[in-house]
């Protein structure tokens, strides 16, 4: 194996004991090119797509739980986009998007995040479904970037200072990121009162993370314990394992037949087509699930 592809679709953690910093470096290849072939997007939204899945694999591998969830989605009322989703679970990622592309082709080749969304809001939701618990912050999708609106997210909704940069290789086939934050004394729990976005030794770590440049992310050849080193060489630095990213998507025929099997007789009465078929979409993987109704109705008779 080429050693480049050791250093794609994986994610790797950090911290910094004495400046009270943590975070997370990511980079997407393959994983990449097999989402988006499921779907038919211009480069605009490719990139886009590629930005918010490369964010995703960031917050994702932040989790401590095995079956923790996360759930990134950027949603406006009148926007070129109207709907970006991404989420990560167990190492899995997946993602689309819903736009006009007659507004978008009219946009231009770069538009901004402001006339991709307009007045849009990121939404980020952490799900533990063992431990029952669920956490959903939304703050206002603002800034020149995802990157931009992602680091808005970390201040206003966790009050965690933040640097996240996200970046797409030219071609559009490598993407990578990376998230540092300050932890208040190092504690995840603590009351963070005490937080001050100019405490000078989250000041040196930030001004380090923003030297990163957006070839060192998406350089299959540079190893991201590599792209780490070069940021934090002077700095005693603690590198967790890497996590292995994938594509993935929960639909299968057997879940969907499960879930129109759970609907009342006459609900599905409503949805059927003429030729007997409950049509289901997945929108992640652009497929569409024909589901027979005598199939289910013969499999709950018997
Ligand atoms: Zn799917």
Same mark, same amino acid.
């Given at each position: 194996m080429p050693s480049s592809q050791l250093n794609t679709d994986v994610a790797l953690g950090v911290t910094i004991p004495a400046r009270n910093a943590r975070g997370r470096i990511a980079r997407l290849g393959p994983v990449l090119d097999s989402i988006l072939a499921n779907h038919n997007y211009p480069a605009v939204v490719e990139r886009l797509l590629s930005e918010a899945l490369v964010l995703t694999a960031l917050l994702g591998t932040m989790l401590k739980e095995p079956d923790g969830q996360v759930t990134l989605q950027a949603q406006t009322e009148n926007g070129i986009v109207d709907l970006l989703v991404c989420d990560y679970l167990g190492g899995e990622l997946r993602g689309y998007v819903k736009h006009d592309s007659g507004r978008l082709a009219e946009a231009g080749p770069n538009p901004s995040l402001f006339s991709l969304f307009g007045k849009g809001y990121l939404a980020i939701t952490f799900d533990h479904p063992s431990a029952d618990e669920r956490y959903q912050g939304i703050v206002p999708l603002e800034g020149a970037s995802l990157a931009e609106a992602a680091q808005n997210y970390f201040v206003q909704s966790e009050q965690l200072p933040s640097v996240v940069r996200l970046a797409v290789n030219d071609t559009g086939h490598v993407a990578g990121g990376i998230l540092v934050q300050h932890l208040p004394e190092g504690e995840e729990g603590r009351d963070r009162i005490h937080t001050r976005l100019d405490n000078p030794e989250w000041e040196h770590v930030r001004i380090l993370s923003e030297t990163i440049k957006g070839t060192e992310l998406t350089d299959p050849r540079l190893s991201l314990e590599g792209a780490l080193w070069?940021?934090?060489?002077?700095?005693?630095?603690?590198? &967790?394992?890497?996590?292995?990213l994938a594509k993935g998507c929960r639909c299968n025929f057997d879940y969907i037949r499960g879930v129109i099997a759970r609907f009342a007789p006459e609900d599905r009465a409503e949805m059927v087509d003429e030729d007997g078929f409950i049509s289901v979409d997945c929108e992640f993987c652009s497929r569409v699930f024909p589901i027979s109704l005598t199939d289910i109705e013969?499999?709950?008779? &018997?």
């Amino acid at each position: 194996m080429p050693s480049s592809q050791l250093n794609t679709d994986v994610a790797l953690g950090v911290t910094i004991p004495a400046r009270n910093a943590r975070g997370r470096i990511a980079r997407l290849g393959p994983v990449l090119d097999s989402i988006l072939a499921n779907h038919n997007y211009p480069a605009v939204v490719e990139r886009l797509l590629s930005e918010a899945l490369v964010l995703t694999a960031l917050l994702g591998t932040m989790l401590k739980e095995p079956d923790g969830q996360v759930t990134l989605q950027a949603q406006t009322e009148n926007g070129i986009v109207d709907l970006l989703v991404c989420d990560y679970l167990g190492g899995e990622l997946r993602g689309y998007v819903k736009h006009d592309s007659g507004r978008l082709a009219e946009a231009g080749p770069n538009p901004s995040l402001f006339s991709l969304f307009g007045k849009g809001y990121l939404a980020i939701t952490f799900d533990h479904p063992s431990a029952d618990e669920r956490y959903q912050g939304i703050v206002p999708l603002e800034g020149a970037s995802l990157a931009e609106a992602a680091q808005n997210y970390f201040v206003q909704s966790e009050q965690l200072p933040s640097v996240v940069r996200l970046a797409v290789n030219d071609t559009g086939h490598v993407a990578g990121g990376i998230l540092v934050q300050h932890l208040p004394e190092g504690e995840e729990g603590r009351d963070r009162i005490h937080t001050r976005l100019d405490n000078p030794e989250w000041e040196h770590v930030r001004i380090l993370s923003e030297t990163i440049k957006g070839t060192e992310l998406t350089d299959p050849r540079l190893s991201l314990e590599g792209a780490l080193w070069r940021l934090f060489h002077e700095e005693e630095v603690r590198v &967790a394992a890497a996590v292995p990213l994938a594509k993935g998507c929960r639909c299968n025929f057997d879940y969907i037949r499960g879930v129109i099997a759970r609907f009342a007789p006459e609900d599905r009465a409503e949805m059927v087509d003429e030729d007997g078929f409950i049509s289901v979409d997945c929108e992640f993987c652009s497929r569409v699930f024909p589901i027979s109704l005598t199939d289910i109705e013969g499999g709950s008779a &018997a």
